[in-house]
C-alpha cells in the first residue's frame, strides 16, 4: 500500500478548512522539537534561570544545542546560570536525548488510552520501528534504561567525588554529567571540559561507558538484558557491538599515534593518562564530544579523524547522530562488493536488502551535502583557518559539539547555521527532506538508460 504524504503547506490550508491539522509523522515530530527549543528558551530567558543577563538568541541557542544534545555553547552554562537554569538545561538534554515521543507515548499508556494511528506511525518513525505492537515495549525499554544507567553513573561518580568535595555539590555535578554523557550531549560543567580528569580511571570510564551506551542504541541494550543463557544474540546487536569496538580500539590506536610526541595534547602526559585521555578524546568525538585535550592544540591528521567519527555517529534508535554506524558498515559491504564483482552485498553471512541499501547510500549524500554546503557557507561568513570551520560544522551537524572554542566568537550568521545543522542533524537528514516533499506515485513506466560510472 502507498504511504500519503501530506505537504505542510496543504496541512496548513486544510487546517483552515476543517479545523484540523493533519501532517505526516516527520512533520509533527519536526514541529515538537521546535517547540520544546521555544518552551526552553522561554524557561531560560526567566531572571530566575540566569546569573548573569542573557540576551535572547543565547538563550535560544543554548536551548537548541540542549534539545538538540549538541552541546554547542555560546555560554559558560557554569558561570551564567542558575541552579534552576541549569536544571532547566539538564532536562531539555534528558527530553531531547531519550525522545519527546517516547515521553508521549508512555503518559498515554500509563492514562490507559489506546495510541491512536496518527501517533503509532509518528512513534515508528521516531523509534525507526516497523512493528506497531512494540511501540509501547520499546518506550518503556528507552525510559527503563536511561534512568537504570544513569542512576548508576550518578552513584558511581557522587562517591567518588565525594572524597574531594561535599556530597551535594558532588551529586550535583555527578547527575548533571551523567546524563549530558548518556543522552551523549557532551555539556559540561568544568571549564576545561574533562581534562582534568585524564589520570582518573574512575571518572573515565564511567562517563565513556555512559557515552557507549547511549550510542549504540536502545534495541541493542534490551537485546543484551533479555539475552537468555545458550541464545545468540540478534544480528544487528553482534553487528553493532563488533562494529562500535573495532571502531573505537582502531582510532584510539590511530589517535594515540598521532599525538602522543605532540607536546600540546598528549606529550605532556605520562604514559598511563595519555592511554585515558585518548581513550576519551575518541569516544567522546565520537557521539558525545566531551574532550579530554585542547582541541585547538590537535594536529590537524587529529581533526580529521575526529570529524570522520563524527560523521559516523552512534547506532540508531539511540542518544547519537551521524549517519549512524549501521550506515557506515553497510557502505563498507557495498563497496566490499562492488570490489569482488559480486552481485549480493553480504554482510556477516547475511544478504543486506536492496532498499537498505538505497536508504544508506541516499543518507550518505544528502549528509555528505549538506556538511559540503555548511562548511562553504562557513567560510563565506569568517575568517578562521579552514580547518577549524570543517570541525564546528560537522559538529553541529553530528550534533556532537567538540569545538576548538570558537563557538562564541563566531558572527551571528555562522550561529544561526550551527542552529539550523542542530536541528537537521538530530531529526535527521532523511526524515527532513521527507516531512518537506509530498510523496507522489505514478504508474507511469520509464525506459532503462545506461549512464557511465567512474
Known amino acids: ?140 525499554t528507552v525510559l527503563k534504561f536511561s534512568f537504570m544507567i544513569e542512576g548508576v553513573a550518578i552513584l558511581i561518580l557522587t562517591l567518588w567525588w565525594w572524597q574531594h568535595d561535599t556530597l551535594g555539590h558532588a551529586f550535583l555535578l555527578a547527575g548533571f554529567h551523567a546524563i549530558s554523557a548518556f543522552n551523549n550531549a557532551g555539556v559540561t560543567l568544568f571549564p576545561d571540559s574533562l581534562a582534568r580528569f585524564s589520570g582518573d580511571p574512575v571518572t573515565t570510564f564511567v562517563l565513556t561507558g555512559c557515552i557507549i551506551l547511549g550510542g549504540l542504541g536502545f534495541s541493542v541494550l534490551a537485546d543484551i538484558y533479555h539475552k537468555r543463557a545458550g541464545q545468540p544474540l540478534a544480528y544487528y546487536t553482534r553487528l553493532m557491538l563488533l562494529g562500535t569496538l573495532v571502531l573505537n580500539v582502531l582510532a584510539v590506536a590511530v589517535f594515540w599515534l598521532i599525538e602522543t610526541r605532540n607536546p600540546g595534547t598528549l606529550g605532556r602526559l605520562p604514559m598511563p593518562s595519555q592511554g585515558l585521555a585518548a581513550w576519551t578524546q575518541v569516544v567522546g568525538a565520537r557521539t558525545a564530544g566531551f574532550a579530554s585535550l585542547d582541541v585547538e592544540q590537535l594536529r590537524d591528521s587529529s581533526r580529521f579523524l575526529l570529524m570522520c567519527l563524527m560523521f559516523i555517529g552512534g547506532g540508531s534508535l539511540s542518544t547519537a547522530s551521524g549517519i549512524k554506524l549501521g550506515t557506515f558498515i553497510v557502505l563498507l559491504a557495498v563497496v566490499r562488493a562492488y570490489i569482488l564483482q559480486r552481485k549480493e552485498v553480504v554482510l556477516m553471512h547475511r544478504a543486506i536488502a536492496p532498499e537498505t541499501i538505497q536508504k544508506a547510500l541516499a543518507l550518505l549524500m544528502v549528509s555528505g551535502l549538506l556538511v559540503c554546503v555548511g562548511i562553504f557557507l562557513m567560510s563565506l561568513f569568517e575568517q578562521q583557518p579552514f580547518v577549524l570551520l570543517m570541525m564546528e560544522v560537522m559538529s553541529a551537524f553530528s550534533t556532537t559539539g567538540l569545538s576548538p572554542d570558537l563557538t562564541r566568537t563566531l558572527s551571528l550568521p555562522s550561529q544561526v547555521l550551527l542552529m539550523v545543522l542542530m536541528f537537521i542533524g538530530r531529526l535527521g537528514p532523511l526524515t527532513l527532506v521527507y516531512s518537506l516533499g509530498t510523496q507522489r506515485y505514478s504508474r507511469v513506466r520509464y525506459p532503462g538508460a545506461s549512464v557511465q560510472i567512474g
Open 1 to 140: 500500500m502507498a504511504r500519503l504524504t501530506i505537504h505542510p503547506l496543504q496541512a496548513v490550508r486544510r487546517a483552515r478548512r476543517t479545523g484540523q491539522l493533519q501532517a505526516s509523522p516527520p512533520v509533527v515530530l519536526t514541529a515538537s522539537f521546535l517547540c520544546l527549543i521555544l518552551l526552553g528558551t522561554a524557561l531560560l530567558s526567566l531572571p530566575a534561570a540566569q546569573r548573569q543577563p542573557l540576551t535572547f538568541f543565547e538563550t535560544l541557542f543554548t536551548a537548541a544545542s540542549a534539545v538538540t544534545v549538541t552541546g554547542l555553547m555560546v555560554i559558560d552554562p557554569a558561570t551564567q546560570l542558575s541552579v534552576f537554569g541549569q536544571g532547566v538545561l539538564l532536562a531539555l538534554i534528558q527530553i531531547g536525548g531519550i525522545g519527546f515521543v517516547t515521553f508521549a507515548i508512555i503518559a498515554s499508556l500509563t492514562l490507559g488510552k489506546h495510541v491512536s494511528l496518527k501517533y503509532q506511525a509518528l512513534a515508528l518513525e521516531a523509534f525507526n520501528q516497523t512493528s506497531v505492537a512494540r511501540i509501547g515495549q520499546t518506550a518503556l
